[in-house]
């Protein structure tokens, strides 16, 4: 099944090469990385897709998945899935409870009084 992903990945490499401004060939290319386990090489060609088109939206929700659930980053796709939110012509209803989960993950983290030494 990673063969598949990696002719995709080759292939996905030549259209960048072609039109480094084809944001979709850059999202499929980080899909590519990221399903041959290649999280940072996906999160680059996201990144990628995105500085091509900041408002496209499945790179958004791409990039938002790859930092919640692979590398475990949840301060980092919290504004990519409210992005991803914002562009869509109507709520996501799935996304919308993901994003809540996540604020009620880092909302914690962030509010607990520091240790005191001694």
Avoid: C, M
């Avoid at 996201?46 to 930092?67: E, F, Q, S, V």
């Avoid at 989960?101 to 030494?117: F, G, T």
């Amino acid at each position: 099944q990673t063969g598949l992903w990696r002719e995709a990945q080759y292939r996905w490499e030549r259209a960048v090469a072609i039109d480094p401004t084809y944001a979709e060939a850059w999202n499929n290319l980080g899909n590519a990385y990221e399903h041959t386990g290649k999280f940072d090489d996906a999160r680059r060609q996201y990144r990628k897709a995105l500085d091509a088109d900041p408002d496209y939206a499945l790179a958004h929700l791409n990039i938002a998945i790859l930092y919640d659930l692979y590398l475990q980053e949840p301060k980092e796709a919290l504004p990519h899935y409210q992005r991803y939110q914002q562009l869509l012509p109507a709520e996501d209803g799935v996304v919308a409870k993901w994003i809540i989960e996540l604020e009620r993950r880092i909302r914690p983290a962030a509010s607990k009084p520091p240790k005191e030494n001694g």
